[in-house]
């Protein structure tokens, strides 16, 4: 089996797999004061509720944003599960050319997002990622990763509305009932929950135009699941599509070495 770690800046989604399969996922807290033996003993608890056994796993693979993380989840694959883990970055084969200036700037979970997008339903696509950022990545129809668009993300929008405000609270983020508030929370929700959706669908609009026709607009991440039914642009929400990514890749890399 193989387990599969998307290191984010709020949570690590783990996933594991069995062949194609997602047989189970689970996500905790990013911590970067975590050392390996906790996450291990994080993880290994977590696969013993759910009677799975960490014996049968075969390989890792790592996608990361939080680079003083990504030793520590290595050492973690290495010392409790006797895998090397890969991780996403230079030397490793994604199939999906990279046409960014700098290829390095690409965080790996929008690569790893990109790939499956584009192995599960072609090409041009746009990816939205529903993160601590929103994120938006073109696809070409030819399967390369041309670039895209980082916003805010909701919680990080409300966060500096509480934070940087003398009489604003930190509020909830939900849809509210109207769009006119009458209280100065159902004024913030409004303004947030009314103007993020805004946000995502001119950003896709803008981002379809320099693709062409027929486009597929796949939506992953946290947030994603509350709002993507609000967005009709959005042809499909895919929770664990890094995560799906991230087990292609590995696939191929595998492949190549055989």
């Excluded at 990080?156 to 909830?172: G, N």
Aim: charged letters at 20%.
């Amino acid at each position: 089996m193989l387990l599969a770690f998307d290191v984010g800046n709020t949570t690590i989604a783990i996933g594991l797999f069995r062949g194609k399969k997602l047989v189970k996922s689970w996500k905790v807290k990013t911590d970067s004061d975590k050392t390996g033996d906790e996450y291990g003993a994080i993880l290994l608890n977590l696969m013993q509720v759910a009677g799975l056994q960490t014996g049968k796993i075969s390989g890792a693979i790592i996608s990361s944003v939080v680079p003083p993380l990504t030793p520590v989840v290595e050492e973690m694959c290495r010392d409790y599960f006797g895998t090397a883990a890969s991780v996403v970055g230079p030397g490793l084969k994604t199939g999906m050319p990279i046409l960014y200036e700098n290829p390095l700037e690409v965080g790996a979970d929008r690569i790893a997002a990109s790939v499956a997008a584009f192995e599960k339903y072609g090409g041009p696509a746009i990816v939205v990622d529903f993160g601590t950022a929103t994120t938006f990545d073109a696809v070409s129809a030819k399967g390369e990763y041309l670039g895209g668009a980082i916003a805010p993300g909701i919680q990080i929008a409300a966060e500096a509305l509480y934070l940087k405000t003398a009489r604003l609270p930190r509020i909830e983020i939900r849809k509210p009932k109207r769009a006119i508030g009458r209280t100065t929370v159902s004024s913030m929700q409004s303004g947030l929950y009314f103007g993020y959706i805004g946000l995502v669908t001119n950003t896709i609009e803008e981002v379809r135009k320099e693709l062409g026709k027929n486009v597929r607009v796949i939506a992953t991440g946290g947030f994603g699941s509350r709002v993507a039914a609000e967005l009709p642009a959005i042809e499909a929400y895919e929770p664990d599509l890094v995560l799906e990514g991230l087990r292609i890749i590995h696939a191929r890399n595998r492949a190549a070495r055989a």
